[in-house]
């Protein structure tokens, strides 16, 4: 049994060295996605472009134009004249953030009133919109806060009402300069592997059905279970080198501190390439061709990487859905890199998603196992 | 291991329905070590659907197989270690060399290493492929491909050797090697049962069945088939054998025409017709270049005995 389980990895690694192509895929692909990833994948938003309209043309208002220029958050595009200048830029996408500083401005300040700035938003990119108007708010509110404090020791305090407030002393754990990058990297780590051996797997397998090897193959006497473990085998350890070539470029490109234990790391690895093989094997046994094979992996696994956490918090998302996502494999595995990347956490902690990833794992390859037996008839 | 086995494959009532279609109703026939058994028939008459029950990677709904004493629906992995299985396009690995798909399987039927080198350098002898030993097989030519799916699977010294119309494509040259090596396991008592398409193929086995329709409708050596194809064969060569074919087709007598390259062959019920078409063909500006009397080919026969059979007289 062994004899004929190794003899079929040594022919599946004699296969790839023959074939340059695929040990082009297996590398180049997951590094290049890993830079773009790390590079391109950021929930900041800086030089948000904007376009100004000062209609009250104070020294405060100035003031309050030089505060959003001098941030690194907003780029001004274009100075407007008149409203509807303003309308045209945010309409040609030319500015994506409007702020008009409404006649009389200054006046209300100067008596120590609230003054009104209107700041238009392109909403169609909501989350953008949402942290740019985050940023526009922080820094109105904190010109407002150092123009009341100047005018009240201006004024003895008869003008500027004295401040209470509440300060946020704010510690960020595990992140503590919230950065994104540190959030992705461990994240595309998951989301790469699982993709590249899906698919490799998937197709090693659907290749030989339409080649014709595969019903050579059994009308000898190995067994289905031995053809499936050899022929998922060599996936195995791929995957095993795959993480550790995109986790190297995580650490030492990227700089993403990894705080845990690597060999927890390697143990949650492993418990996902199962689930990752027998998702591989389970779309092998539904298509006939390489073509229905690709058509299935994109449709598996774009829900899989939607609805895993990566980037969508699982909370905010509809009871339903988030049933679905007990079943993904990839949830489970995010937790666990994420975990030992950046909280530096333990089997005592991450024993939970390890076992439940361990069962999907198992129960996942016992259904392809079965189905793939029944394919054959 | 029954060492002396006389019948190495045993099939008895062998059915397979896909849904309403019956593919293969009631077949029963046996083969002896060292025999070449036939399979003949259309498209569609169940050769294929039979080959992959023997072979095991399909299931049937009726019947008993056994090969060479191994009941092959109770213990198909014991079965199969005896078994070689070889279909129209044997799978290779094209991105291996001839030497490599040997191997490999040779290592799935876990054959020593120092057996199956010196077997596959017999085979690769017979099958004139010797140089080409460390080409890829997606580099081999169609012929040498089904000669190296032969090496593949006689490398593990079968008892019974499967073969669904293995030489459908391949060029002449390689047909006969191919046949001399299925010649050379006959004195190895390998039983063989192979399907084809290729009457003078049919002609070279010892014994041969007709199937049409999933049923098999005759089983006999190909002489002794012959001798049962009532009337006569007439061959008739002629420059245009279709206008032959029209004029000699509904004369009394005539039971069948088949248009043969530069003639046609007329299935009578006596040879003394052949002046009667003579005639007719003479009449009809039909030039004959000659008329004989010959010996049917299975084809003739197939057809002959076809027709019987349509025409409700039975077999």
Not at chain 1, 65 to 87: I, P
Not at chain 1, 161 to 181: H, I, M
Not at chain 2, 82 to 98: C, K, N
Request: charged fraction near 20%; glycine fraction near 8%.
């Amino acid at each position: 049994m062994f004899q004929r389980i190794i003899q079929l990895l040594l022919k599946e690694f004699l296969q790839l060295r023959r074939d340059r192509s695929a040990r082009f895929r297996l590398l180049i692909p997951p590094i290049v996605q890993m830079l773009l990833f790390g590079y391109a994948a950021t929930f900041e938003v800086f030089n948000v472009a904007t376009v100004m309209l000062d209609q009250d043309h104070t020294q405060e208002s100035r003031a309050l134009v030089d505060s959003f220029v001098h941030s690194s958050r907003f780029e001004l595009v274009a100075v407007a004249d008149d409203r509807r200048q303003v309308q045209a830029a945010v309409e040609s996408s030319k500015a994506q953030l409007g702020i008009v500083v409404p006649p009389g401005f200054a006046e209300l300040l100067r008596k120590g009133q609230s003054a009104p700035l209107q700041v238009l938003v392109d909403g169609t990119n909501s989350n953008t919109a949402l942290i740019a108007l985050g940023y526009a708010g922080q820094i109105s509110g904190a010109f407002g806060q150092t123009y009341a404090q100047d005018l009240a020791q201006r004024t003895g305090r008869a003008l500027g009402r004295p401040l209470v407030s509440v300060k946020l002393e704010e510690r960020y754990w595990y992140n503590p300069n919230l950065n994104s990058r540190w959030f992705f990297v461990p994240g595309v780590i998951g989301t790469l592997t699982l993709i590249t051996i899906v698919n490799l797997t998937a197709f090693a397998i659907v290749r030989e059905r339409e080649v014709g090897t595969l019903e050579q193959i059994l009308v000898t006497p190995i067994r289905p279970v031995e053809f499936i473990i050899g022929k998922t085998l060599p996936f195995f350890f791929i995957g095993l080198l795959e993480v550790s070539i995109v986790t190297a470029v995580g650490m030492w490109w990227f700089r993403v501190p990894f705080e845990g234990n690597l060999l927890v790391l390697l143990f949650g690895t492993c418990l996902f390439l199962i689930s990752v093989l027998a998702i591989g094997l389970l779309i092998s046994t539904l298509c006939k061709t390489q073509q229905q094979a690709f058509a299935s992996n994109f449709f598996i696994l774009n829900p899989m990487f939607i609805l895993s956490g990566f980037s969508f918090p699982i909370a905010t998302m509809p009871q339903a859905l988030q049933w679905i996502t007990y079943v993904d494999p990839l949830r489970y595995f995010l937790i666990i890199i994420r975990a030992t990347y950046l909280k530096g956490v333990g089997i005592d902690i991450l024993w939970p998603q390890m076992a439940t990833l361990a069962a999907l794992g198992f129960g996942l390859f016992g259904v392809a196992i079965l189905r793939f037996s029944k394919s054959l008839d | 291991m029954s060492a002396c086995a006389a019948v190495a494959i045993e099939v008895d009532g062998l059915e397979k329905r896909f849904g309403a279609l019956t593919a293969v109703a009631g077949l029963s026939f046996s083969v002896r070590p060292g025999e070449i058994f036939g399979l003949v028939g259309p498209d569609g008459a169940g050769k294929t659907t039979a080959m992959r029950m023997l072979a095991s990677v399909m299931r049937p709904d009726a019947g008993r197989i056994v090969i060479d004493g191994i009941d092959v629906l109770a213990s198909p992995e014991q079965a199969k270690s005896h078994i070689s299985y070889m279909p129209q396009r044997f799978g290779l690995y094209e991105d291996l060399t001839v030497d490599e798909n040997i191997r490999f399987y040779a290592d799935l039927f876990d054959v020593p290493a120092r057996v199956w080198q010196a077997r596959a350098e017999k085979l690769l002898a017979a099958a004139d492929m010797t140089p080409f030993r460390r080409r890829l097989a997606g580099q081999l030519s169609g012929g040498m491909k089904q000669k190296l799916g032969l090496a593949c699977s006689l490398v593990h010294t079968p008892k019974v050797l499967l073969l669904d119309e293995p030489t459908t494509g391949v060029d002449p040259l390689s047909r006969r090697e191919f046949w001399q090596i299925l010649y050379s396991l006959r004195s190895e008592g390998v039983a063989m049962l192979i399907s084809t398409a290729y009457l003078d193929e049919a002609e070279r086995c010892d014994r041969i069945a007709m199937l049409n329709a999933g049923t098999m409708m005759y089983c006999d050596t190909p002489a002794a088939l012959k001798e049962r194809m009532p009337g006569a064969m007439l061959e008739i060569i002629t420059p245009d054998p279709r206008a032959a074919h029209d004029a000699v087709r509904g004369l009394p007598g005539v039971r069948g025409v088949l248009m043969v390259g530069t003639g046609i062959h007329v299935h009578v019920d006596s040879g003394e017709r052949r002046t009667q078409i003579a005639a007719a063909l003479t009449a009809a500006g039909i030039g004959i270049e000659s008329l004989e009397e010959v010996a049917p080919s299975i084809e003739d026969l197939f057809l002959a005995l076809l027709e019987q059979d349509g025409a409700g007289e039975g077999g």
